[in-house]
């Protein structure tokens, strides 16, 4: 049971690149979501889903964009990588919210230059 | 909202230390409540839960029990080991909404 996958686990972009991570589960939860997590902070959510063909805003948006069109896949996509994006993002899962817990992916450690 | 509040630390410890990292919330309704741990260069990680009042939530040897009457549920260890060292996340959870998570407070243990 792999749980929740997140690829690529590393990556170096450009300014201007363009990229999407891949976060993928087989627990068959319904709630999905992105957070990133910057050196010596907490985690933020950048956006979620509640089930197949949802998205949702979290609490930092702005220069990312996402997509689930299958319910184990939720795809986490920057248009133009920015250096503010060099970040480690997290995917996670969970049931139906919180109340079950949340499963992690190990991460995306993604630098902008 | 709902919201949760962490000791933010850095805490360091000796092995064999006592360690307790306070964490309080407020809520509404009947959260369930979570401590995940972040081990250097890895995702979180669950590390225990408790879902109702006085649920005693324990593994590894690390205990919290969750008490309504001062919105708290603190993490203990009564021995730490070096392999403890890890950044440690309380969270609070509903059904249907999203986790609300604590800033995480760093902990590392000196042999």
């Known amino acids: 049971n792999a749980g929740v996958t997140q690829t690529p686990k590393f990556r170096v972009l450009k300014t201007g690149q363009s990229m999407t991570l891949l976060c993928a589960q087989d627990?068959?939860?319904?709630?999905m979501y992105w957070y990133r997590q910057d050196p010596g902070m907490g985690l933020r959510l950048i956006h979620y889903?509640?089930?197949?063909?949802?998205?949702a805003k979290g609490e930092v948006p702005d220069g990312y964009n996402v997509s689930r069109l299958k319910k184990q896949n939720f795809l986490l996509g920057l248009e133009s990588a920015a250096p503010s994006q060099t970040s480690v993002y997290f995917c996670?899962?969970?049931?139906?919210?919180?109340?079950?817990?949340?499963?992690f992916g190990s991460g995306t450690r993604l630098t902008v230059v | 909202g709902d919201s949760v509040t962490q000791m933010e630390g850095p805490v360091t410890l000796s092995e064999e230390a006592f360690l307790t990292i306070n964490c309080t919330y407020t809520a509404t309704g009947y959260p369930s409540l979570f401590w995940y741990v972040q081990y250097p260069g890895e995702g979180l990680q669950l590390l225990l839960k408790a879902t109702k009042a006085d649920d005693k939530g324990s593994n590894k040897g690390f205990e919290a029990t969750y008490r309504k009457e001062t919105t708290s549920f603190h993490l203990e260890k009564g021995s730490v080991q070096v392999s403890d060292s890890a950044v440690y996340f309380c969270a609070l959870g509903n059904y249907g909404q999203n986790f609300v998570f604590g800033p995480g407070t760093r902990l590392s243990v000196l042999p």
């Open positions: 627990m068959n939860h319904e709630y």
């Open positions: 996670a899962s969970s049931y139906f919210g919180g109340a079950y817990g949340y499963t």
């Open positions: 889903s509640v089930g197949e063909g949802t998205t």
